[in-house]
């Protein structure tokens, strides 16, 4: 376990990691993860994420905010099996909104765990994802689109797995996966 501060604006270096699992939680601040990609996520204070690291990964640790420390929790497990695929999770408190942010050259399989997902991008389009239910993102040249936990009386806990498409450039398109359960799909 560690319960690290970093100073406002400081950033723990790029390092790598594999086959462990971490559960973080934000206690106070701003935490901002990215990867060797340059992908990653924002966790307000009160926000989780679990990460399978897997295979291997490079990321680094951010407080992103330049006025205040930041305060995170990470616990380290030893994951089941072996090679796992890297994934990372996410849990959102009732009516929390994952502010718009940029993608490029990702596909992503998001996965809605508990609670109601509502994806919508710069276009205004988005979908309303229910327990069980899941959408395939081709994010190719580039999406803005934010996370929210349409419930303001439950948590969502939501799993992505992120990909580097088979070829470059591909055209945005967001799909609804119903073969997960039973759900719904909107267009805003």
């Known amino acids: ?27 106070e601040g701003e935490f901002r993860h990215a990867d060797q990609r340059g992908l990653g996520n924002i966790l307000e204070k009160g926000w989780v994420q679990h990460t399978t690291v897997g295979r291997g990964m490079f990321h680094s640790e951010v407080d992103n905010r330049s006025d205040i420390p930041m305060r995170f929790i990470q616990l380290w497990f030893i994951p ?31 996965y809605c765990a508990e609670g109601e997902f509502r994806h919508a991008d710069q276009r205004g389009l988005g979908n309303i994802l229910e327990k069980g239910w899941g959408q395939h993102t081709t994010v190719g040249r580039g999406m803005f689109h934010s996370e929210v936990n349409n419930r303001s009386d439950i948590p969502m806990r939501f799993i992505q797995l992120w990909f580097i498409p088979s070829e470059p450039r591909l055209v945005p398109s967001v799909h609804v996966l119903p073969a997960f359960a039973t759900g719904k799909s909107i267009q805003s």
């Open 1 to 27: 376990m560690n319960d690290d501060t970093l100073s406002p604006g400081a950033i723990w270096p790029m390092h790598p990691h594999r086959e462990i699992e971490v559960v973080t939680y934000c206690a």
């Open 80 to 110: 089941s099996e072996p090679r796992l695929v890297p994934s990372v999770e996410v849990l959102l408190s009732p009516g929390a909104i994952w502010p718009m942010h940029p993608h490029r050259e990702i596909e992503v399989v998001t």
